[in-house]
């Protein structure tokens, strides 16, 4: 079976504070994006190993992956004796906060359950999902929505805001650095309560944007922003020369980093960004 396993940008991300068990709550309107991975996932029944290649050499392939953890725990929740192959055909850079690793493991459990005959209750694989990582549930829901908790809250975005959001062009790019999500979290964690931002004020802030009928570049914010940009200064001074570049109408790092995006208009010319960046 082939399924596409998209990456994700973070319109809004603000992190409210460190909970007891040591992760942190967020509020996030997240979406995910028209590029992506692909997978190809095999069974094979009477048992056998889980087997990940994929044609990036820089991908480990072995239990440390996402994917391979998703198909090891899938088997073990649903019982079930078979061996595993994937092929991953992979776009989505790392370190990027764009959420590949999540994605890949959110499309295996889904292609896994989709190629045996669905032996988890949609629940049952949101629960799998979650003890994975952070970040995996919103892969499975698989259309733009809002997150809160540790990212196992989605809320479904009202028709009408989805539509606002549907076909934006975006140029998606990553600096030749990545951010490791532990350090993100620690340095805003090292700011507080500076680093946080009280959720009353982030839920009014998303609120007021979700009841306005606004296109995404109002909404752009970041929590993750002003620990990245303090120790990555390329990034502040990158985002700032492509906001007065023709078309654009905003620009932010999506989740932990470094990835950022760009929102075009029709008239931005990709190539010129390109060049600058
Ligand atoms: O869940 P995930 O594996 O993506 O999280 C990676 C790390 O990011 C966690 O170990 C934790 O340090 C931090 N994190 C957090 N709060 C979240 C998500 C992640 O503190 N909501």
């Not at 990456?7 to 996030?28: E, P, Q, W, Y």
């Not at 540790?150 to 076909?167: F, Q, S, T």
């Not at 990545?178 to 993100?184: D, F, H, K, Q, R």
Request: glycine residues 10%.
């Amino acid at each position: 079976m082939t399924v596409s396993s998209p990456a994700k940008i973070n319109l809004f991300l603000a992190v409210t504070g460190r909970r007891a068990d040591g992760f942190h709550d967020l509020v996030s309107l997240v979406a995910p994006v028209a590029f992506g991975d692909e997978l190809e996932v095999a069974v094979e029944p009477g048992g056998g190993d889980i087997v990940l290649t994929c044609d990036d050499e820089r991908v480990p392939c072995g239990a440390q992956n996402l994917a391979v953890r998703a198909a090891e725990e899938f088997r073990m929740a649903a019982e079930v004796e078979v061996g595993v192959r994937i092929r991953m055909n992979k776009r989505i850079p790392m370190g990027a906060g764009l959420g590949g690793a999540s994605s890949n493991a959110a499309a295996v459990l889904r292609a896994l359950n989709t190629l045996l005959g669905s032996p988890l209750a949609e629940g049952d694989l949101r629960l799998l999902a979650a003890s994975l990582g952070s970040d995996c549930p919103l892969f499975l829901f698989g259309e733009p929505c809002v997150m809160r908790g540790r990212g196992e809250r989605l809320e479904r975005l009202p028709e009408a805001v989805a539509a606002r959001l549907a076909g934006r062009r975006l140029l998606l790019y990553k600096p030749d650095f990545s951010i490791s999500t532990p350090w993100a979290y620690g340095a805003l964690a090292a700011m507080a309560p500076s680093g946080y931002i009280e959720s009353r004020l982030a839920e009014a802030m998303l609120s007021r944007w979700l009841s306005s009928s606004d296109g995404p570049e109002t909404l752009l914010f970041n929590s993750f922003a002003a620990v990245a940009d303090r120790k990555f200064m390329a990034l502040p001074v990158l985002a700032e020369r492509l906001r007065g570049m023709p078309g654009v109408q905003g620009v932010l790092m999506t989740g932990s980093g470094s990835a950022s995006f760009a929102l075009l208009d029709e008239e931005a010319d990709a190539q010129s960004l390109e060049a600058e960046i």
